[in-house]
Every structure is written in structure tokens, then in C-alpha cells.
Nanobody, 130 residues
Framework: QVRLVESGGGSVQAGGSLRLSCVAS????????MGWFRQAPGKPREGVAA????????AYADSVKGRFTISHDNAKNTLYLQMNYLKPEDTAIYYC???????????????????????WGQGTQVTVSS
């Protein structure tokens, strides 16, 4: 498995921005897809963004489309999630994930996407106040 370490979470007011980072190390050759998931208290885990770094294809959950941007720096083995126009409903623990998949990138977001990833970070809290 790949070791993933997230950073960049915090508290922000509605309408603000945050950028999450996730550094991957160990066995990075074994993955070809990376994503961001989130889980709010009492709610299921949701895949919000995914990327195939090799070709740059991306997908987003409808709830974040147009506000969040996922990107990957191959040289630094770092995944990013730029979050703009944050809303209180974006409050959750955000997790970085990695895996190996042949699924279409749109299948890598949503409530059931987690099964396609096998490495997970420890999570970082994002809190958006109104």
C-alpha cells in the first residue's frame, strides 16, 4: 500500500477557500488513481473528486462541481484539492485515497467509489462556519 499524509485542513467562513495537500510515499508505482473523500458526522463517506494522474482526467461529485479542483504534481507525488466558495455543508473530515483501477473516472466519485481505492490517509478536518 501507499502511505498518504494529508495537510491543509482548518476552519474557514462560508465563501472562503482552503487547499488540501496529500503527499504519497512508498509503493507509489502500484497506484494509478487518486481521490479525495469526505465524511461528515452521521453521513456515509463520499468521494468528491478523483484524478488519473497519467492523463489528467478528473471527475467531481455534483455537490462540489465548479467549486473544487483536484490536481496532482507528479514530480512531488502530491495530490491537491483546491476548495473555493466553501459552504457549511462542506464540513467533514477529508481523506486522501489511492488505488489501481480501470474504471472510468466518473465511477471514482460518489457514495460507492471507496471500494476502488485501497490506500487511505489519516484524514484532515475541514470546518466551514456560516
Amino acid at each position: 500500500q501507499v502511505r498518504l499524509v494529508e495537510s491543509g485542513g482548518g476552519s474557514v467562513q462560508a465563501g472562503g477557500s482552503l487547499r488540501l495537500s496529500c503527499v504519497a510515499s512508498a509503493n507509489t508505482f502500484s497506484v494509478n488513481v487518486m481521490g479525495w473523500f469526505r465524511q461528515a458526522p452521521g453521513k456515509p463517506r463520499e468521494g468528491v473528486a478523483a484524478i488519473y494522474p497519467a492523463d489528467g482526467s478528473t471527475a467531481y461529485a455534483d455537490s462540489v462541481k465548479g467549486r473544487f479542483t483536484i490536481s496532482h504534481d507528479n514530480a512531488k507525488n502530491t495530490l491537491y484539492l483546491q476548495m473555493n466558495y466553501l459552504k457549511p455543508e462542506d464540513t467533514a473530515i477529508y481523506y486522501c485515497a489511492a488505488g489501481y483501477s480501470w474504471a472510468h473516472v466518473t465511477e471514482l466519485v460518489g457514495l460507492h467509489a471507496g471500494t476502488k481505492f485501497n490506500s487511505w490517509g489519516q484524514g484532515t478536518q475541514v470546518t466551514v462556519s456560516s
